[in-house]
């Protein structure tokens, strides 16, 4: 459940959704600034699925075609 709070509170700033900040704003009443504090900067708690595809990143030259490949 841990990995789930956590990755709820990183990302939902992050999508800008309402009800996602919503339910962002719950889990720091009910778990406590501390466990927000760390969610938001140890990466090594959240999903790693998540994680990995939420932060835009520019690929490096010559990344497209080899994937296109």
Do not use: C, W
Not at 2 to 17: C, D, E, N, R, W
Not at 46 to 56: G, M, R, S
């Amino acid at each position: 459940m841990h990995q789930t709070f956590s990755t709820i509170i990183h990302v939902a700033p992050k999508l800008g959704v309402d009800e996602l900040l919503v339910v962002r704003n719950n889990l720091v009443a009910l778990l406590g600034k501390d466990f927000e504090y760390n969610a938001d900067n140890n990466r090594f708690n959240l999903n790693p699925i998540v994680d990995e595809k939420i932060d835009f990143r520019k690929p490096e030259d010559g990344e497209i075609i080899f994937r296109l490949r």
